[in-house]
């Protein structure tokens, strides 16, 4: 393989290590469109639309919900993060199917295609030139890092496949000479801080890379390198001049830096307390690497001893992830990604290369993990087995096999890789879906209560929750509507507007003047009528278990709330008190 640094040398390129020309390279190009659509679809049927949660399965589409009918980030909608995934999301709605399946759906394509950005920056082998073994471990690695998360619209999985794909594109423009690569490289890595704060460092990272290539360094060219500068923070720009001419920038930069920082603490304190359980995989890799590079100085007469040593590399990297489990408790993630800091930079210093490109990988992990909730790379776990498997690799010399058979071999080894990923993915949803039941019990189509949801598999307890959310909305017709406090789903699913300008007030999405804007709303819907407000009174958790959801409710009944401000709503709001399921409400019909 080619060095993972800048490679400044001009080299006469190995048969088979060039893209194919003309209908070969479309047909490859076309193949590899295929298997990663038709994973995206697999995934989504069979495990993506199996379990509900009304909470942020559908957090993200509620916020595209409100984009989609104009209302501008920060102004009209709280967020403690940009809203660029609100933005990215509204082509959720364009897809003239089920919008939860469809999005569902999405969302493993774009963990697929991250997959591959990555993969690509790791082996530094073009796609195109990928063989059916590597293609397979690859997709393997896709499913390793879906492992037990939901499949929906998520800054998250929207900030990797940004970052991976940004990256791809702008080292293939560097190292190509291709500007229209390269700087739309630039404008991926620029829109990835707009999804989540903790992307910001794929930006520099961007103008890092750009900056270290010796194509932009001898000679320093500056036309060029001003409109890279300027596709770089174009993204930014328009959403930042979008806002600002709304009049809300004060108001954007309190919210986004009133929430709560996160220091990615879970990761970077690993090794505090760790048993010798949690150390002895990493001094393992570490050793698997030190072994490959004593074999590669031997060259072919050592090619045994290198297999060896990347077969117990990867025995290792497999060990961890099954013994994980995919349960964040057991810290796997955590594992793999110390394990694949370690393998890449230890081969930096041993074969002397510096590993920019690899090097993205657990960085890409360490952004993940800047998170309140998922504060752990589970979802790069593939990538970061990947990367050590690559590391151990590289420079192996070829077995003396016949091309044929060599082919066979690694399309077998490709091919059980993804049938074991596949169904270790399958059994642990099917054992427990999130925040939902195992999947016996999926008995409920949520398609029966709005097309948008068709397909959709959940609880019979859930199904009767969202049951009565739609009765309600008929039985008491308003403009608008809100489902308070955890049903941000309810406004793409059920077709409604949300008044307030949180879709979710939990204890960290309350920032800012999110409190008295929240106050002032209600106020607001006394003066104008014509609204219904729901509030739920089933504790989530009862929901993930598939416990009891009463039939009925008394009006005073005590409501779902975390900081006081949806009980300050109810109270604040003149219209009549209602009741319908397990909700109460206060509804003032047109007047």
């Keep these: 393989m080619a060095t993972t640094g800048f490679d400044t040398t001009v080299r006469v390129p190995a048969a088979g290590t060039l893209p194919p020309e003309g209908p070969r390279r479309r047909t490859r190009a076309l193949l590899h469109a295929a298997w990663i659509g038709a994973l995206a679809l697999a995934a989504g049927l069979r495990v993506g639309r199996f379990g509900f949660h009304p909470s942020d399965q559908g957090f993200i589409l509620a916020q595209s919900w409100r984009v989609l009918h104009g209302e501008i980030p920060h102004t009209d909608i709280i967020s403690a993060r940009p809203l660029g995934s609100a933005v990215l999301h509204v082509l959720d ?15 493993m394509a774009e963990i ?3 997959t591959v950005a990555l993969a690509v920056l790791v082996t530094r082998k073009p796609l195109l030139t990928w063989g059916p073994g590597l293609t397979a471990l690859v997709a393997a690695a896709a499913l390793l890092n879906l492992n037990s998360f939901p499949l929906m619209a998520w800054h998250t999985i929207d900030g ?3 970052t991976a794909v940004g990256a791809w594109a702008l080292d293939s423009g560097l190292r190509s000479g291709s500007p229209l690569a390269r700087r739309a ?31 932009t360094r001898r000679p320093v060219r500056w036309p060029r390198l001003l409109v890279d500068l300027c596709c770089l923070a174009a993204c930014g720009a328009v959403y930042a001049g979008v806002v600002t001419l709304d009049g809300g920038f004060a108001t954007m930069v309190d919210q986004l830096t009133g929430g709560l920082p996160a220091y990615a603490e879970r990761l970077l304190t690993f090794w505090d307390g760790a048993s010798i359980r949690f150390v002895w995989p990493v001094l393992a890799v570490g050793l698997a690497v030190l072994g490959v590079a004593l074999a590669r100085r031997g060259g ?7 297999g060896v040593f990347l077969l117990a590399g990867a025995a290792v990297v497999a060990r961890v992830v099954v013994r994980g489990g995919f349960s964040a408790e057991l810290r796997w993630a955590d594992l793999l990604w110390w394990a694949a800091l370690a393998a890449v930079l230890l081969a930096g210093v041993v074969l002397h290369r510096p590993p920019w490109p690899a090097l993205l990988v657990p960085a890409l992990g360490l952004m993940i993990s800047l998170s309140w909730g998922q504060d752990t790379p589970t979802l790069l776990a ?3 087995a990947l990367t050590v498997v690559v590391v151990l690799a590289d420079g192996m010399p070829a077995v003396p096999w016949r091309r044929r058979v060599r082919l066979v071999a ?8 993804v049938v074991a990923a596949g169904a270790f993915v399958v059994v642990k949803h099917d054992e427990r879906a999130y925040l939902d039941v195992s999947h016996d019990r999926l008995t409920e189509d949520l398609g029966t209560l709005t097309p948008a949801m068709a397909g959709v598999r959940t609880n019979p307890s859930t199904y009767a929750y969202l049951a009565q959310i739609g009765d309600c909305v008929r039985r008491f017709p308003a403009a608008e ?10 406004y793409p699913a059920f077709g409604l507007r949300n008044p307030f300008p949180l879709e979710w007030p939990l204890p960290l999405e309350i920032i800012a003047d999110a409190p008295q804007r929240m106050l002032d709303t209600a106020e607001r819907l006394n003066t104008r009528g014509d609204y219904l407000v729901l509030f739920q009174t089933v504790d989530p958790d009862v929901l993930a278990k598939a416990g009891p959801v009463p039939a009925t409710v008394p009006p005073d009944a005590p409501i779902i709330d975390y900081l006081g401000v949806v009980t300050g709503i109810r109270d604040a709001l003149h219209g009549q008190p209602v009741t319908c399921g397990s909700f109460v409400g206060r509804w003032e019909p047109r007047r």
């Design 481 to 490: 509507v809100a489902v308070l406090a955890n049903n941000p789903f309810a």
């Design 93 to 107: 709605f364009a897809i003239p199917a089920p919008l939860f399946v469809s999005s569902s759906v999405l969302a």
């Design 410 to 417: 690694a399309s077998a080894l490709g091919l059980a890789a």
């Design 160 to 162: 990797i496949a940004l």
């Design 185 to 215: 490289g630039l404008v991926l890595l620029g829109m990835a801080p707009l999804v989540k704060q903790s992307f910001a460092p794929a930006a520099v990272l961007g103008l890092a890379w750009l900056a270290m290539h010796p194509s």
């Design 382 to 384: 593939g990538s970061l």
């Design 300 to 306: 072919d007469r050592f090619r045994v001893l290198h």
């Design 112 to 114: 697929s295609i991250g």
